[in-house]
């Protein structure tokens, strides 16, 4: 936890123990150990060929980033800004390549569908990112699935309503270990592609991005300030569909591990 954040915490936490109020002139011990009534887990991604885990701190993901993706979604692919939301950090489900993990078809929905996308893990952050700094920002990246539970995403969409149902519950983020930047360079082009059963789906290239990685950090560190610890999403092409209990879903992006899913 950030110092800062951490102060304040304990600020708080003394100055309601003592009965007062958060006092922000309270000098707090910041390495006092913050007692809980119970844990809540941490999230981590496993980095490939260390033995160090990357620890997440947010998970944003940009929307309608491929121009054939957004005409299939019913809109209009133009360089309008672009969009975000976000999944609770617990939605992420490790897939070690080489692997088949199970992957749990959730409840209420009729129509889950996949999202093939590149994945960045930021391991610096700031406000207000130039675009030629932004890479920097960029440790690692991986293979990820967007999941989504599309009838209710499009008929929260379609009320108007926000899409939390649809895009941000349990395991809707499966994604391989991380690769360092340093390793496998910055991902700008190269094929990114979906297979169901061993049947493509879902066949496009990095460069078809309508924002790339650079430009989303860009944009996003106007809105949010970014940390160490977020990952971004950044979009999925053309083609996605629905998938049902026993199939099995290979993603590939080039210069990074596949990873394979089998819903059950
Ligand atoms: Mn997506």
């Known amino acids: 936890m950030p110092t800062n954040k951490r102060r304040e915490l304990l600020q708080a936490a003394a100055a309601i123990a003592a009965g007062g109020v958060a006092n922000p002139g309270t000098t707090a011990d910041t390495t006092m150990s913050i007692r809980t009534m119970f844990d809540v887990p941490d999230t981590y991604i496993p980095i490939a060929g260390s033995a160090e885990q990357f620890p997440v701190r ?58 093939v996308e590149l994945v960045a893990a930021l391991a610096k952050g700031g406000r207000h990112i130039p ?8 440790y690692a990246y991986t293979v990820g699935l967007d999941m989504t539970r599309r009838d209710l995403q499009r008929a929260m969409g379609d009320e108007k309503k926000p899409w939390e149902i649809g895009k941000s519950f349990d395991h809707s983020a499966p994604l391989g270990p991380l690769q360092p930047a340093q390793k496998v360079g910055h991902l700008k082009e190269g094929a990114i592609w979906l297979k169901v059963n061993g049947q493509i789906k879902q066949n496009a290239n990095l460069n078809q991005m309508i924002w790339s990685v650079a430009e989303q950090i860009s944009k996003l560190s106007e809105a949010f300030e970014l940390a160490p610890g977020d990952i971004i999403y950044s ?18 992006i080039d210069g990074l591990p596949d990873i394979r899913v089998r819903i059950v």
């Open 235 to 252: 979009g999925t092409p053309e083609n996605v569909g629905p998938v049902v209990k026993g199939d099995v879903i290979d993603a590939h």
């Open 58 to 115: 947010r998970i944003y993901c940009i929307g309608r980033n491929y121009a054939a993706h957004a005409r299939e979604m019913g809109s209009d692919p133009n360089r309008e800004p672009p969009f975000f939301f976000q999944k609770p950090t617990d939605a992420i489900q490790i897939v070690p390549p080489g692997e088949t993990i199970d992957h749990p078809y959730p409840t209420l929905t009729k129509n889950y569908h996949y999202e």
């Open 131 to 138: 675009l030629d700094r932004a890479l920097d920002l960029v």
